[in-house]
C-alpha cells in the first residue's frame, strides 16, 4: 500500500471525546476507500512483520459510523 494517502478523521470531532493533541483513538478515511486505525497497540494478538493490531473504544467506532451517515 502507499504511505501516502489523503485521509478524512472521521471521529474525535461529531460529539465524541476532546482530543486536543490528536492522540486519542480515532478512524480516518483515505481517498482509496480505506480507513485508518489509530490507537493503543493491542499485545495479545501476534500479527506478521509490517503489520500492527490497535484496539479502539466502541464509542469511535459509534462515531465513525454517524459521521459516515450509516
Avoid at 18 to 45: K, S
Wanted: proline letters at 6%; glycine letters at 12%.
Amino acid at each position: 500500500m502507499a504511505e501516502h494517502a489523503n485521509l478524512t478523521r472521521l471521529t474525535g470531532r461529531f460529539g465524541g471525546p476532546v482530543c486536543d493533541d490528536d492522540d486519542c483513538p480515532n478512524i480516518y478515511a483515505t481517498d482509496r476507500g480505506t480507513f485508518v486505525v489509530q490507537g493503543d497497540r493491542f499485545g495479545a494478538l501476534a500479527v506478521p512483520a509490517g503489520e500492527a493490531a490497535v484496539e479502539i473504544p466502541r464509542h469511535i467506532l459509534e462515531e465513525a459510523v454517524r459521521a459516515l451517515g450509516w
